[in-house]
């Protein structure tokens, strides 16, 4: 499985992304998904993280002030800084810059959550998450000493679609999947009904193909390859084409 906008990465870290990636497909419990976290360390220096899920109406560009109910699970932060995080995490400006640009932050000292933690000597720090209208799961980590790395924006942006479906999974199963709860991203054989094309069009994408290179390839245009693409993404609950195809991998609608 080829993937984009990793070059960077030796052929074992590229393995060891694609490997926590695809255990998140089977993660069903905060302990299992701790240790993909902790394993992640191998790929970003990292001393300490945090997860967070937070139900909001988020109606406009900018999430700060508005009406929330936040779960954090610490990962191995200080308590006190967790505890912290419980008041501000979700007024933080880097929440707001998240919802804003969908992209990692950096919050190495330019946000206040970031200055709260270098009171407990945790002087740089990342986070990332996905932003949906109705919830928002982030993923926080934190270094003692600054966290340098060319691809960490890249390697964020490839497994946290992952992580989040999995934390979504676990908070589905604990509520029993009641009251309207969405079926895990992971629990697609029953529900995922593939075409023909579509199943060409996730093989193309496995190999690391653009949507232009598959519509030259399938001698379709690139709007219908997209559409294509997007329908692949929602029958099988993923947010992104890697997600997919690790979903797909992993529920044998395609092959390695």
């Not at 497909?25 to 701790?34: A, E, F, K, M, V």
């Not at 139900?55 to 610490?74: E, G, M, R, W």
């Amino acid at each position: 499985m080829k993937t984009s906008n990793l070059s960077n990465l030796s052929n074992s870290e590229l393995i060891t992304l694609i490997e926590l990636s695809s255990n998140t497909l089977g993660c069903d419990s905060h302990s299992n998904l701790t240790k993909i976290i902790t394993h992640l360390n191998q790929l970003i220096d990292f001393d300490a993280a945090l997860y967070a899920h937070i139900d909001t109406p988020v109606t406009s560009s900018s999430f700060c002030n508005k009406a929330y109910q936040l779960q954090i699970h610490n990962v191995n932060c200080p308590e006190g800084f967790v505890n912290i995080c419980r008041r501000v995490l979700c007024n933080d400006a880097a929440m707001d810059e998240l919802t804003r640009t969908k992209a990692p932050v950096h919050c190495q000292g330019c946000y206040p959550v970031s200055s709260i933690a270098a009171d407990f000597g945790l002087v740089d720090g990342w986070l990332h998450g996905t932003v949906s209208p109705s919830d928002i799961t982030v993923f926080f980590y934190l270094g003692r000493r600054p966290i340098e790395n060319p691809t960490i924006s890249n390697i964020l942006t490839y497994i946290t679609p992952f992580l989040a479906s999995a934390y979504k999974k676990i908070i589905c199963f604990g509520l029993g999947c009641r009251g309207g709860a969405k079926r895990p991203a992971g629990s697609v054989r029953e529900r995922a009904n593939l075409t023909k094309r579509e199943i060409e069009v996730l093989n193309w994408i496995k190999e690391g193909k653009s949507s232009w290179e598959i519509s030259t390839i399938l001698e379709l245009s690139k709007r219908t390859v997209d559409f294509h693409a997007d329908r692949i993404k929602e029958k099988l609950g993923a947010t992104t084409r890697p997600q997919a195809v690790a979903v797909a991998l992993a529920n044998g609608y395609i092959d390695f």
